[in-house]
Structure formats: C-alpha cells, structure tokens
C-alpha cells in the first residue's frame, strides 16, 4: 500500500495541474470502487473551481466551495494528469476533466485501481468526513512529538511498532517507515509501548520526522505498485536498512536481520542494534 510519501508526491505532481482550474466533467465507468461513488462527484463537483489539494494522512482531497473530493489510492491506485484523448485502460474508473487555462491545455485527472481498494469520496463543506475524524497529528508537524508518544503510551501493552502505527498516534506512519523508524532510534518493534522512555520517544519522533521527510524528496519509496505521477519511480526503497531484508546483514553491525509477524505484518528488526 503507498505510504504516506507516496501520496505526499502525488498530491506535489498533481497540484500544479488542479489548483486555480474548473472541472469541466467527470467521466466513472464503474458505480464503485472500495465504496460506492455519492452522487455529489457527479452532480456538485462539475463545475467547480479546484482551489486547493490537501493530504491529510494518506488521503487526498481536492477542495472546491462546494465540497471536496476525498480519494485514498487503496494498494493499488495512482492518479496521472493526462490529455483528454488519452487511451483508456481496463483499469481507469474514474477521469476528472478540467478546463482549458492561459498557457495550459486542458487535461483530466484520471484514477487507476486495478484492485479496486481506493475510494472516491465527499466531503460537504465545514463538515469533516467520518473516515478523517479520528486521525492523529501529521509526523511532520509540531503536534507530534516525543513527549506525545510518551503521554499516550503509558500503560500501552501493545508492541511499541503498532503503536506507532497506530493512526489516532499520528497519521500516515506506515509498516516500512515504521520499521525503519525504530531500527534508526534503536528500539526492537517487539518492545511494550509502555515500556519505552520519553527520551527513546524523542528519538524515534525525530526519526520519523527525519526518514518521512527524507522519502518525500526522493519520490516516497517504489513498491511494486507505486508509480510516481511523471511515471518516474522513487529511491528511496534502495536505501532500507531493515524492511524486507530478512536473513541479509545488518548494514551497521552485520547481524542478520530478523522478521516476525506484528499486528499481521511483517516485521523487521536488528537484534544487535535495537534493544
């Protein structure tokens, strides 16, 4: 699934194209797609300026006056900026068409899901959707931080990695920046979130704030699924120094690294060098 740095690059690669432009039209050759399509994206969206695309944890939201257009690309889903007469695949359910502008052909913004696990939502205007209610602070913000982490997790049985994983923690850290997370913080995944310091907390926001931001600027981490809007993959997948690398050294100390199952996910740790 595209963690939060993907969909940070995405919203960048689509922005420059929707802000400031009107949609002209919206094109769904199919009536659902994780849930069914509401009938505002059809009959309110057309029409409406696009004025700003906000991420918030790993959705998009395309705002109007009107409302705003709420999208999570699932495991499989990209959004492309393309020309209108672009051919059509079997996989692309949803083209959002947009107005012509002063030096800027017109374009559409068309969602690819071959596994069909995004959405396409509404959000009406000062409401907040149900699915973004309950969501923590974004990492990259000053309302995360260590000390958070610690207030919150007293008392915690849970492993420390679900914890952090946790989006009423904080939003958008996902299994691979989790494990690399705590293996740069030094603290095994397995661990009670309880039992963690403040200072260990401090260290491993910093962590998250520092590798999310990281990713971000090499174009989040390509996954087998993930293209970049401009087609072209992210880098920072050959940088891990834990996820997915069971058995292989440790980069720092040489040990191997191990994997358990967490939260039934794959989880991947250094036994040297996180306690």
Request: aromatic share 8%; glycine share 10%; charged share 25%.
């Amino acid at each position: 699934m595209p963690e939060l740095p993907e969909v940070e690059t995405t919203r960048r690669g689509i922005a420059p194209y929707l802000i400031g432009r009107r949609v002209t039209g919206v094109t769904l050759r199919r009536p659902d797609l994780r849930w069914p399509i509401p009938p505002e994206i059809s009959a309110i969206l057309p029409g409406q300026r696009i004025d700003a695309v906000e991420r918030r944890a790993k959705y998009l939201l395309l705002h109007t006056e009107a409302g705003s257009a709420l999208l999570h690309l699932g495991m499989t889903g990209v959004l492309r900026v393309l020309p209108p007469d672009a051919p059509i695949g079997k996989h692309d359910h949803v083209d959002i068409a947009l107005e012509r502008t002063t030096g800027q052909a017109p374009r559409i913004l068309r969602f690819t899901d071959p596994r069909r696990f995004g959405c396409l939502l509404w959000q009406a205007p000062g409401e907040t959707h149900e699915l973004l209610a309950k969501l923590g602070p974004e990492p990259l913000t000053d309302a995360f931080d260590g000390d958070l982490m610690w207030h919150l997790s007293r008392g915690r049985t849970a492993a420390v990695k679900l914890f952090l994983m946790d989006n009423a923690v904080v939003v958008g850290v996902g299994n691979i920046y989790a494990s690399e997370a705590l293996f740069y913080a030094g603290i095994d995944p397995r661990l009670a979130a309880g039992k963690v310091s403040r200072a260990r907390y401090a260290r491993l926001a910093a962590e998250v704030k520092r590798l999310l931001a990281w990713a971000i600027e090499r174009g989040g981490t390509t996954l087998r699924d993930f293209i970049s809007p401009d087609g072209a993959p992210g880098y920072f997948f050959r940088e891990l120094m834990v996820y997915g690398r069971a058995g292989e050294p440790c980069r720092v100390c040489n040990t191997p690294i191990r994997q358990v199952t967490l939260g039934q996910r794959s989880t991947f740790w250094c036994p040297h060098c996180q306690r």
